[in-house]
């Protein structure tokens, strides 16, 4: 099969590569599933499970990738839940390959059904997206009804979904970005909107998404209001907020969680933002991506 391969960790993305690689094997409760459409993530490159396993070894070359969708096309031994020729989207293990190939293995329990309506590469753009801006918002920081919260990076993959989340919530969103972003971020339902250079004129919010870190992160925890939560994927926080919590989290693989974002996207309650297809052979230039455009680039594997 064909795949994008990382073989040189210290090549970045002139390192990516398409090459031919043996067909994956369905491992006990896993399964195999043709890859239609696929999302990465810009930083793998720089995370250590992408280059060794849970034991510490080598396992370039590594294929990157850790969002699909996709067909099942073969189950492993002792997998439940899932049946040849069904659609389904979800995660990859961030210790094992991913899905910017024809064919990837992936443990059952991190996939969900795909209903037939919704197309590939906008399932394909759900996964980590949708799971970190759910579980950011209401896992960690119990996001409610009334409560102001900043998302920092609003136009972004995980900021776009979590605007439209917290819109839906009730609560009062302000996002954050560059200037260029302010009318696409407030047509996702943002009630305002500040450059991220002084987002401090917004004044201060029970919850601070942050998708950041440093400088950004730093700030925002003088932000927030008394008993109030920042939240950030990007490093542990080095500062706490003088009267409330900072919590540095990864992403979870949720099979509930996704298909109830898969049910919002069918009844026009949430949009992925897509803002680029690309082919499997063009993964390396999307991984530069050299525009900066909103929402998120996915591969197109298959037809």
């Known amino acids: 099969m064909q795949a994008i391969t990382a073989q040189d960790q210290g090549a970045g993305i002139g390192g990516l590569k398409l090459a ?73 293990d961030w210790l094992r390959d991913g899905a910017l190939a024809e064919y990837t293995a992936v443990e059952a329990r991190n996939l969900a059904p795909l209903a037939a309506d919704i197309d590939h590469t906008v399932a394909a753009a759900l996964p980590i997206s949708g799971l970190t801006a759910w579980q950011a918002l209401f896992d960690h920081a119990s996001l409610s009804t009334g409560q102001t919260v900043l998302i920092h990076g609003a136009a972004g993959g995980v900021g776009s979904i979590a605007v439209q989340l917290a819109h839906e919530a009730g609560a009062h969103v302000i996002g954050t970005g560059r200037p260029a972003d302010r009318d696409f971020v407030l047509g996702l339902g943002a009630h305002s909107f500040v450059d991220t250079a002084s987002f401090e004129s917004a004044g201060p919010a029970d919850v601070i998404l942050d998708v950041i870190g440093g400088e950004v992160l730093e700030r925002s925890t003088k932000l927030v209001r008394p008993g109030g939560t920042v939240v950030t994927i990007a490093a542990p926080p080095e500062v706490q907020p003088a009267d409330g919590r900072a919590v540095f989290f990864v992403v979870e693989p949720d099979r509930a969680r996704l298909a109830d974002l898969a049910q919002r996207v069918r009844a026009g309650r949430l949009k992925p933002i897509v803002s680029g297809v690309r082919p499997l052979a063009e993964t390396a230039d999307a991984f530069a991506r050299r525009q900066r455009t909103p929402g998120k680039t996915i591969i197109r594997v298959a037809e």
Not at 32 to 47: C, D, K, N, Q, S
Not at 56 to 85: A, I, K, M
């Open 20 to 92: 031919e690689l043996p067909h994956p094997h369905a491992a006990e409760n896993d399964v195999i599933v043709r890859v239609h459409a696929a999302g990465f993530t810009p930083g793998e490159l720089e995370w250590p499970g992408t280059w060794t396993d849970r034991a510490g070894r080598d396992r370039r070359p590594s294929v990157p990738g850790h969002e699909l969708s996709g067909v099942v096309t073969e189950l492993g031994y002792g997998t439940t839940g899932l049946s040849v020729g069904q659609r389904v989207f979800g995660l990859t």
